[in-house]
């Protein structure tokens, strides 16, 4: 158990549709990274929110959007959804905002049906 | 941006030889280089970790080596065993950008 935790563990919706993605950081971290796993894509960073402020922008489609709250959990919000944005959606976390080590959730599985 | 390319991307052994994983990156700003382990369907776990001003880390049965140099990392896992069997990930960071970009994954099995 690495101490981050996501909800939901699963999620089946249809295209079009909208859904939130949620994250607690470990206890004491104040970065919190998004990644999308695929299989044709392997892992993607999408984006990281360091103590609330958005840090850094991957490959995130305009379609989703992310923030971080003062309680430090985080959201990823992914709307219009299409069958290509099934996948594995994992948030990680680290102390601070720099080259360290990031600890894994066990992800959220996203359907689109 | 960063580029970690990784080799090769499916590994078969006997329990007790020896795996080697290489990585190769592109930027040479890169400074701090995970391995991470994924069995199936859940999370990835690190495993190990190295940083540009190391050129060699040991875990008892697991090894980084990194040749600054050429850019490129490598992970030995020694005496394998069926646990082993995972997929795994290298990954480079630069310490001022903060994502983690990772190579494509090795699928290990280890075979009895």
């Known amino acids: 158990d690495s101490g981050v935790t996501q909800t939901p563990k699963h999620l089946i919706t249809a295209t079009g549709q909208r859904v939130t993605l949620r994250c607690s950081p470990r206890?004491?971290?104040?970065?919190v990274y998004w990644y999308q796993q695929s299989l044709d894509q392997g892992l993607q960073f999408l984006i990281q929110y360091y103590n609330g402020e958005e840090r850094a922008k991957g490959n995130i489609l305009e379609r989703f959007s992310a923030q971080q709250f003062p309680d430090l959990h985080s959201e990823l919000n992914l709307s219009s959804l299409e069958l290509g944005d099934s996948a594995l959606y994992f948030c990680?976390?680290?102390?601070?905002?720099?080259?360290?080590?990031?600890?894994f959730g066990p992800g959220t599985r996203l359907l689109v049906l | 941006g960063e580029n970690v390319e990784q080799h090769p991307s499916t590994l078969s052994v006997q329990e007790g030889d020896s795996a080697v994983i290489k990585c190769t990156y592109s930027?040479?700003?890169?400074?701090?280089f995970p391995w991470y382990k994924q069995e199936l369907g859940k999370r990835p776990q690190l495993i190990i970790d190295?940083?540009?001003?190391?050129g060699e880390k040991k875990d008892q049965r697991i090894a980084v080596t990194l040749n600054k140099t050429a850019k490129h990392f490598s992970l030995h896992i020694t005496e394998t065993q069926p646990e082993d069997s995972a997929v795994y990930f290298c990954?480079?960071?630069?310490?001022?950008?903060?994502?983690?970009?990772f190579g494509t994954g090795t699928q290990l099995k280890v075979e009895l």
């Open positions: 206890s004491g971290d104040l970065s």
């Open positions: 990680a976390s680290s102390v601070g905002g720099g080259a360290e080590t990031q600890y």
């Open positions: 190295i940083r540009s001003n190391v």
């Open positions: 930027d040479s700003a890169s400074n701090y």
């Open positions: 990954a480079a960071q630069k310490g001022g950008g903060n994502k983690l970009t």
